[in-house]
């Protein structure tokens, strides 16, 4: 890709993406700039990737043919009003942020702009995220291609309409997390049981790893994998036996329902 990518704010989720755009060979150092608040994330950021990091919001915006919009919802308002001049007509706005609907960005912008609404997942820095992306009606198919082109580089992306992107964010904008919360469990068990700290994560995640793939890869239904793990009177099934009494599947359903709940109370 021959296109200068600005990000409006560098943390976690920008820092993600821009790990994996450059990962993947998909845009060089040279072709990116990223602005944050604080001299210390700017720091951070020319370490990190040897990109341009500056605090200025207006340049990054001038510079940029693709622009991410990566800082926390509550600031888009401040933002917007900062950089929208300084925004081409050509320039191609990708916004990641939870519960910013496309109608209200382009309200803010108060002029055509062209829009992508995505919602990425913090694995791209591993090259494995899951993205969501939708369109303004002024948006491309060149855009969009480039867009896809972004979002394939650091992992799998799907188009979606807009009125899903809160169930994106609570089954793979915010899952890493209650994933991390099982990895852990489960190494803690591991070390309860004698095991070496950093080992019971290997062998945790790998774990966690291999099954995802076996159900992208295989096609089969998860329920046939699991009980293809459960031999008859075996190990597997007594603590799937426990799982399902302490009630992990709607654990699960709950805190995820939780998460696309608090999604919408933000629109
Ligand atoms: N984290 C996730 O897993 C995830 C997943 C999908 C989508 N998102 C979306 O991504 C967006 C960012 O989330 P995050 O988790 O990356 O938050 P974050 O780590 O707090 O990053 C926000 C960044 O914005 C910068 N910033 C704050 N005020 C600024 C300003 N006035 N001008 C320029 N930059 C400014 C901050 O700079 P300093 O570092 O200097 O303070 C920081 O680098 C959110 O809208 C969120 O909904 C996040």
């Known amino acids: 890709m021959d296109k200068m990518i600005g990000f409006i704010g560098g943390g976690n989720m920008a820092g993600a993406m821009i790990g994996g755009i ?3 060979g998909l845009a060089a150092k040279e072709q990116m700039i990223a602005t944050a608040k604080t001299e210390n994330t700017l720091r951070s950021l020319r370490e990190r990737f040897g990109i341009t990091a500056i605090a200025d919001n207006k340049e990054a915006a001038r510079q940029a043919d ?4 990566a800082v926390k919802p509550y600031l888009f308002g401040e933002i917007i009003s900062q950089i929208k001049d300084c925004v081409r007509s050509e320039t191609l706005i990708i ?3 939870a519960g910013q609907t496309i109608e209200k960005i382009e309200t803010a912008f108060e002029k055509k702009i062209r829009l992508v609404r995505a919602m990425p997942n913090t694995p791209a820095l591993a090259g494995e995220a899951m993205s969501a992306l939708c369109t303004n009606e002024n948006c491309t198919e060149a855009d969009l291609a480039d867009a896809m082109a972004i979002f394939n580089s650091f992992g799998k992306c799907e188009v979606v309409p807009e009125t899903m992107m809160d169930t ?3 089954v793979s904008g915010s899952s890493p997390a209650y994933v991390y919360l099982f990895i852990e469990a489960m190494a803690d068990a591991a070390v309860a049981d004698g095991m070496p700290r950093a080992q019971a994560y290997k062998f945790a995640a790998q774990s966690v790893l291999g099954a995802a793939k076996m159900v992208l890869e295989t096609k089969t ?12 009177g075996g190990t597997t099934i007594e603590a799937v036996a426990i799982l399902e ?3 992990l599947r709607s654990a699960v359903i709950s805190a995820q329902r939780a998460c696309v709940q608090k999604s919408r109370d933000l629109t």
């Not at 693709?66 to 919009?69: A, D, R």
């Not at 239904?221 to 008859?232: E, N, R, T």
């Open 221 to 232: 239904h998860p329920g046939a994998l699991k009980d293809a793990v459960c031999s008859p």
């Open 22 to 24: 450059l990962k993947s």
């Open 66 to 69: 693709i622009l991410f919009l």
């Open 245 to 247: 009494q302490q009630g």
């Open 95 to 97: 916004s990641v942020a």
């Open 168 to 170: 994106v964010i609570g």
